[in-house]
């Protein structure tokens, strides 16, 4: 193995990637090191480009970026990068043929897992840890979405890699499996930098030591998650009637709403019957710093 | 390094899954036992045989691998793309490319050493190794083409027009065969036997092994960098393959068209024969002497046989040819002018083969009637009696044991000089006589009979038999000439024979 074994993490310095005019990513300035971080946005904020351009998939326009301490723009740097990476873009696409053996063999192939019988352990172990090893002589197109959905994790899980990316990975999967899952990236967290793109803020709460929010191609946000939800705290409250428009709230099981008030707008008065401040959670905090608008008229 | 290895093993394992992929494991034994059961074998094959049925073979390998390939081919640049690998799209496309020529060219190399293997006798002609190297490279041209297919359309849809062909040319073979489809197919033929082998000779000397060897490098060079072409956002490089690959193409076209202008014989006059025979190999048996093409020496003793009998006929004081085995490089080696004094042979044999003898014999005996070269000049001899005394030579060939072969043979050689009735009567007639009442009046009137002023009676008279045309008609069952064709063939303007 080579010295990026010992290397972790990435450094990005004033990253900018456009298409065409479009700035997808605005100078962002990034470091991360071991453990989960949460890559929070809303759709286009740019999440998947800057996954992918931690993933050396895309190259960067501008900036500076360094991965396991490599530099993605040098081909043989970008060759070590991906051997010790593990990458899961969003919506993977295999090849419908291959077995899931197949597919993870010639994955470890690619990222040079040693000899024919190492390989072979090391693919066996990939599909017991997302729980597909008896199914590991189906072909791909056999496969449910939420088990390719899973041999697309045990790809990216290949040879314990020092970086994790994953690019929306709990899409698909049920409940039992998302827990297993979380407890996978947990363990590979000890000692990987792994990155979680998501739109399931639950796993984010329940994985992450830092989320960093998109919006815009630019970082809206970066620090702890305890950290965001403070920025909420006193801004959430649960009362009888629907709030006034331009006001992010939705209606609860029990049919009051729960009402999230903009970072620098006045509460109402008087007080709307049954007004009761509540503990915001990780999802209205994520949704009063994107400033997106629920139910409320 | 680590690419080095990533890529070998990637290798590796690309060669393992073409030879446990379902297509392979059906396709494949299917076109060999296919290409066992059409491979035709001479009874005397020649290393142009060999050529020609390795490439008939070529393309059936050829085939299996195209669509064995193309299916690995579509993975890599439809389905693997987003992944982020290691290796780029481009070296895991080499990858690729290099398992499926090595499993190609080892099921190739393995198949065209069968055909010697199988031979009943070492194959005639001078070997040429470099010549095999090149029909090894014309078989990667299944696994290239996969890859540029898939790199290009991105989709199935060569593999499904190349296995649609099959079917279309069994059904319009077995459909069109008296319409203008039957053209169409026929022409369709001929492109993908040009395709397969476009230069005009078989390599079977160096230069022409050494030219057949750059042709299919250029296209084995043209098909890579068509591969190295199609990626996207590279557009110098993009540009920069395509102008070789234009280059290569030029390179092709005017390697044919010298091969065309060099190889194949433009002059029809003939050359002098060499004055050391035996410096060219030849050998004297008997009368004769026989000129045989580096590799064909053993061919000699089945020329010889076939001729004997026919020889022993004509008179020692009459002239013999050389026998002259046509120049290899040429494959319309009919259009070929035999040196002067010599009658040629060409590069088939089968002593089986009564046609065989029959040219040979009746090139022989056109010489010593002095007629124009046999085959290579078309003339009217009719009503001359040498032609009818040549036509009783020829029957005397080797492999003719009854009366009615005998006529065959004797009908073979007249064909070619405008025969009329009284010719085929007189003929056929001579050929149910005793052989030594016919062979005495030829020894002792040759130089009456073999004058273009004799006509049929004189050998008739010569005979005691009645006039040419009083003579019975032959037994047309017997015939190859029908009643109706007569006079043979050629028009009225046909040339008289000098």
Redesign the interface.
Known sequence: MSGVEGASGVSARGLVRTYGTRRALDGIDLDLGPGVTGLLGRNGAGKTTLMRCLSTDLEISDGELRVLDRSPERSTERTEIRRNMGYLPQNPSFYPHFTAFGLLDYMAVLKDLGGRRERHEEVRRALRRVDLYDRRHSRIRRLSGGMRQRLGLATALLGDPRLLLLDEPTVGLDPEQRIRFRDLVSELAVRSTVVLSTHQIEDVAALCRRVVCLDGGRIIFDGSPGELVDRARGRVWEQDTRPEEGVTSWRLADGRHRVLLPVGAPAPEPAPPGRVAVEPSLEDAYLLLTGAVGGGR | M??A??FW??TG?NLR?LLISPVFLVLMPLMLIWLWLTTSMPALPTLNDFFTDSVLKVAGVGAVMFAVTT?PAL?EV??????????SSAL?LLSLTLASVTVTSVIMGSVAALYPLFAPVPPAGVFQPIALVGVILLSWYGPLSAVVSAVWTRSFVPLVAVGLLFPTYLLYTALALVTPADLVMEQMSRFMYLALSPLPFYPDTFETALIYLTHTLLMVLCLTLLVLAARRGARLRRVACLGVVGLSLVGLVGLQAYANDVYVDPERSPSPLPRDLAAEGCVEIGRMTYCPLPGYEPWVEHWSTELTPVVARIPDRAPLPVIWQANPTRRSDTLYTPPDGTAPVGEYWDPENPYHGMDLDSSVVAYSLGLPPYLYHLCSATGQARVVVGSWLVSRGAVHEDASTRFTAAEWFLMDYRPDLPDLSLAYLLTRLPEERVAAVIEEHWETLTSPEADLDTLTELLDLPPADELPEPDWEQAMIEPHELPYEMGEDTPLCP
Do not use: N
Not at chain 2, 78 to 87: I, M, N
């Open positions: 680590t690419r290895s990533i093993r990637l394992l899954h299916f993975r439809r389905h693997s793309h987003d992944l982020a690998l290691p290796l895991r």
